[in-house]
């Protein structure tokens, strides 16, 4: 089956300090990756997708690229600010039929000033 | 533009007490609708999912079940409520296309529910 790994957190930075949240994932086909972000009390909020191998979603300074040969997406980014701090959800949608996700368990980041 | 709606924000009930949560969606018609929960300290668990009215899937059996009885409104519900079923209840949607796995899924506030 579909299953999405994350590495575990937390994960404590400095302001400024680079980012990097690795996932790797396992499906069937070809499935589109999504990295979404809550923040705390709140609902899930998409950060960024890519849809197929090689293409690189960004958003609000954040990255991660399709890596076929690799099955990952990991995310990055050159610069994290205390607002950054939030629970980060990597996830993919498999081929075919209605758009079931399948969700890491999530990494918690927090940046400290 | 689209908005989703869920109520109440936050419960505190009694275990054996019922439940009903309520999800419901502006702006686009005919939507995929999905209930998760998340357990603290723990990842999203897909509950139901539904991609029409009166059409609901469940994905892990349990003493929860949802209805659709309106094109754009999914209700979460419970008869007796057990300790395990606290946690955070997330409601989602998507615009349907079966076979085009491009799409994203949208979510709600969420609501935190505490069994006591």
């Known amino acids: 089956g579909n299953s999405v790994t994350q590495m575990e957190g937390p994960v404590t930075l400095s302001e400024e300090a680079f980012l990097t949240i690795n996932c790797t994932y396992t499906?069937?086909?070809?499935?589109?990756l999504f990295w979404y972000v809550q923040y705390p009390g709140e609902g899930l909020q998409l950060l960024l997708k890519?849809?197929?191998?090689?293409d690189k979603g960004s958003n609000k300074g954040f990255e991660a690229t399709y890596r076929k040969e690799t099955t990952s997406f990991h995310l990055e980014k050159g610069s994290v600010q205390v607002s950054d701090s939030a629970v980060y959800f990597c996830?993919?949608?498999?081929?075919?039929?209605?758009?079931?996700?399948?969700f890491g368990t999530g990494t918690k980041l927090q940046v400290i000033p | 533009s689209q908005t989703i709606h869920q109520w109440p924000a936050t419960l505190v009930q009694p275990v054996g007490s019922p439940l009903s949560l309520e999800c419901t969606v502006e702006?686009?018609?005919?939507?995929?609708l999905y209930w998760y929960r998340q357990a603290a300290g723990r990842g999203l668990q897909l509950l139901f999912y539904?991609?029409?009215?009166?059409?609901i899937s469940s994905e892990v059996p349990q003493n929860l079940s949802a209805s659709r009885p309106q094109d754009r409104q999914f209700i979460l519900s419970s008869k007796k409520l057990l300790l395990s079923d606290s946690g955070f209840y997330l409601c989602?949607?998507?615009?349907?296309?079966?076979?085009?796995?491009?799409?994203?899924?949208?979510f709600g506030p969420g609501t935190r529910l505490t069994v006591l």
């Open positions: 499906a069937t086909g070809y499935p589109s």
């Open positions: 989602a949607w998507s615009v349907p296309g079966a076979g085009v796995p491009t799409d994203t899924q949208y």
């Open positions: 539904s991609v029409g009215i009166g059409q």
């Open positions: 702006g686009t018609s005919n939507p995929n």
């Open positions: 996830a993919l949608i498999r081929s075919g039929g209605y758009q079931k996700v399948t």
């Open positions: 890519a849809t197929k191998a090689d």
